[in-house]
């Protein structure tokens, strides 16, 4: 039995890397992926196993942000892409390319995702890990496979996915 949720955060390389194990381990509950560059190429084809969000700098000279856009499309329901206007390394203060709007929001935002599933102190619980993940107006987040019809997703206020703009403001 684990103490907790499992969660994975990476950057860049390492960004891939999270991406790659919430595709492939079921022992993640989620997952933060930081301008991974194989994350739209290599790995875009499969869904994360895991909610996962990923955080992608507009003007990125090491992701082409081509495949990055067609992610978006693939609208995987475990997955949530984030574009920001910054360039690559964003997040690390050590950077010339450091935004500190951008790596707030980033922070923010996955912080909101991990709290969400359970971690980080008291929040909202996650209890199923598969299926696409719905946050109603209370901020509860369920997962299924398919609909639910016990009418609490009749308020729900997004999902997480990939599509530009949907679902929640993690």
């Not at 739209?40 to 000279?61: K, L, M, N, S, V």
């Not at 203060?93 to 922070?107: C, G, I, Q």
């Not at 929040?123 to 209370?138: Q, V």
Request: proline share 5%.
């Amino acid at each position: 039995a684990r103490g907790g949720p499992v969660f994975i955060t990476g950057y860049c390389f390492g960004g891939s890397v999270a991406w790659r194990m919430a595709q492939t381990c079921d022992e993640l509950d989620g997952a933060s992926c930081y301008y991974g560059g194989y994350i739209a190429t290599r790995f875009a084809d499969e869904a994360p196993g895991c909610a996962t969000i990923a955080h992608f700098g507009r003007y990125d000279p090491m992701v082409d942000f081509a495949p990055v856009e067609k992610l978006i499309e693939k609208a995987h329901p475990t997955a949530q892409i984030f574009v920001y206007e910054a360039g690559h390394g964003f997040n690390s203060d050590r950077r010339k390319d450091y935004h500190p709007e951008s790596a707030d929001l980033a922070k923010e935002r996955t912080l909101m995702l991990f709290r969400a599933l359970g971690g980080l102190g008291s929040a909202p619980l996650l209890t199923a890990r598969r299926g696409k993940l719905n946050l109603n107006e209370s901020g509860k987040a369920c997962v299924h496979k398919e609909p639910c019809h016990d009418g609490h997703h009749d308020r729900r206020r997004g999902s997480l996915d990939s599509r530009a703009g949907a679902g929640p403001r993690l």
